[in-house]
């Protein structure tokens, strides 16, 4: 299995709402990052877990919370988000604790809040 | 701030024309990605490299990694309009979870 698998496909909404984006992959990989992508943009990273510990947290709002269960299984809790969040939320992994060989990403979740 | 900057941001192409992007930053890189995304979809990594002057070949696709490892360029041969998408280059620090993005070139291949 060399995929990263991102559930929901598409995510909408309310500002109100609580809910998960969920990654999983079974690669092996002990490194696992979210990103957000805004429309014709580059990905701007989020989180970085390694070996099922937060590493990086670049200075995302607490509205965003992520877990990691075990080194399979990586997720993102929303809360009270805002329209601004609205965006493309892309789940990765990689093999070493750095991105020297690249990152598997998922396809993504497309949440729009309302 | 580093910054990866790919030129050109947008590159429309008949089929069969062929084409070349860039990749430049101020920075060193103990190595260099270029990734393929489609709409709606996760970045697909295309290929990796590490080597000062190193060409690699996918198919179609020749990618090249500066001597100084600062910069790349990627060539289509003869694109066809399943290569339409976003390209990105990243670099990655040694040691490190630093990972640049560059700014994307989005490239449109008409049939």
């Known amino acids: 299995d060399t995929e990263v698998t991102q559930t929901p496909k598409h995510l909408v909404m309310g500002m109100t709402n609580k809910k998960s984006l969920k990654c999983e992959q079974h690669?092996?990989?002990?490194?696992m990052y979210w990103y957000k992508q805004k429309a014709k943009k580059p990905p701007e990273l989020m989180f970085v877990?390694?070996?099922?510990?937060?590493?990086i947290n670049e200075s995302v709002p607490s509205r965003f919370s992520p877990e990691c269960p075990n080194s399979s299984l990586l997720n993102l809790h929303l809360h009270a988000l805002q329209p601004e969040d609205s965006a493309l939320y892309l789940c990765?992994?990689?093999?070493?604790?750095?991105?020297?060989?690249?990152?598997?990403f998922g396809s993504g979740t497309r949440l729009t809040v309302v | 701030t580093q910054l990866l900057e790919q030129s050109p941001q947008f590159l429309s192409i008949q089929e069969g024309e062929n084409l070349t992007v860039y990749c430049n930053s101020s920075?060193?890189?103990?190595?260099l990605q270029w990734y393929r995304q489609e709409p709606g979809e996760g970045p697909v990594l295309l290929v990796t490299?590490?080597?000062?002057?190193e060409v690699k070949k996918l198919k179609r696709l020749t990618f090249q990694f500066g001597d100084a490892r600062k910069d790349s360029s990627l060539h289509i041969t003869a694109a066809q309009p399943g290569d339409t998408g976003l390209y990105l280059c990243?670099?990655?620090?040694?040691?490190?979870?630093?990972?640049?993005f560059g700014t994307g070139t989005r490239l449109k291949v008409l049939a």
């Open positions: 990765a992994s990689s093999d070493s604790g750095t991105a020297n060989y690249g990152y598997t």
């Open positions: 690669m092996g990989h002990r490194a």
């Open positions: 877990y390694s070996y099922e510990k937060l590493s």
């Open positions: 920075s060193v890189f103990s190595s």
């Open positions: 490299v590490v080597t000062g002057g």
């Open positions: 990243a670099g990655a620090h040694s040691g490190t979870y630093k990972y640049i």
